[in-house]
């Protein structure tokens, strides 16, 4: 009988006629046994322990086989169970730590190319004030002024505007502005500036001319319009403006790093849709950068 087959039955219904016979020989060579067994003289006694050690022997056998087969049996059942831990489990983990894996690195490869095209854009802001600051330097004594700047900016404009929507040119002497962000050594900077729930990208320099000293600031505002063209192997993009809160405030306020922020504000794209998946394979792959 395979063994994939094996019924479970009680003992004494596996047990075969034959088996009965042996059974029965035995306990009759048990009870032969002593001198004084109920058989004593009975004509063919010496056969009859004969046959009954000859049942012993294969009660023997018999006692061997089946616990061979129940041992086969269990012995293949833990090999099943050890061939799924060592086999198929592994290769299951395996396949969700690739998946995770690959999640993990499609949210850092999105926030670095996020990343990479603001600095892009930040590097153009910073190319553009270094050119309009060289020409400020430049400009005689004689001329206007403000006429040279408003066609500074209008070059600026046309120039940067399919890249830097809402770009804004601008011009003053207020040093002291210029101080507070950049810094009392610096001639320059460019980077994110948040004013409340409003974030703009900025470059500012310090342009020292024959009227004195002028900084010239542009800005770029951070709006949906702005961020549906930057990224754009990316899906939608959603801004997140946050203020410093004191710990334990209870403003809903949310822990990163060894400070709490508190929203006040959002901007996110408005002509970006995600795709719909291609297989079940195809999750949705989100992250978050700061």
Request: proline share 5%; aromatic share 8%; hydrophobic share 45%.
């Amino acid at each position: 009988m395979n063994g994939s087959q094996k019924p479970r039955t009680a003992f004494s219904r596996s047990l075969s006629p034959l088996d009965w016979v042996a059974l029965i020989l035995t306990v009759l060579l048990l009870l032969t046994n002593g001198t004084n067994h109920p058989l004593r003289g009975l004509p063919g006694l010496s056969f009859l322990r004969f046959l009954g050690l000859l049942a012993i022997f294969y009660l023997l056998y018999r006692f061997w086989t089946r616990w061979r087969d129940q041992l086969l049996w269990s012995l293949r059942n833990r090999l099943i169970v050890a061939y799924l831990f060592i086999a198929i489990v592994p290769v299951v983990l395996i396949l969700i730590f690739a998946s995770l894996l690959g999640q993990i690195i499609y949210s850092q490869l999105g926030a670095y190319l996020l990343y990479h095209d603001i600095e892009d854009r930040m590097e153009m802001l910073a190319d553009s004030t270094a050119g309009i600051a060289a020409v400020e330097r430049s400009i005689p004594a004689n001329l206007d002024p403000r006429v040279l700047e408003k066609a500074l900016a209008e070059q600026a404009l046309v120039a940067q505007d399919s890249e830097l929507p809402g770009l804004v040119v601008a011009f003053s002497d207020d040093v002291d502005y210029f101080r507070s962000i950049a810094g009392a050594q610096s001639d320059s900077y460019t980077g994110l500036i948040q004013s409340g729930a409003e974030l703009r990208l900025a470059s500012l320099r310090v342009a020292k001319s024959v009227r004195g000293d002028r900084v010239i600031e542009l800005t770029v505002p951070v709006t949906s319009e702005f961020l549906d063209r930057v990224a754009p192997d990316l899906g939608p993009i959603d801004v997140t403006l946050a203020e410093t809160v004191k710990k334990g405030s209870g403003q809903n306020a949310v822990e990163i790093g060894e400070k709490e922020y508190r929203r006040i504000g959002r901007v996110k794209t408005e002509k970006r849709t995600l795709p719909p998946p291609e297989s079940s394979m195809d999750p949705i792959v989100d992250g978050f950068s700061q």
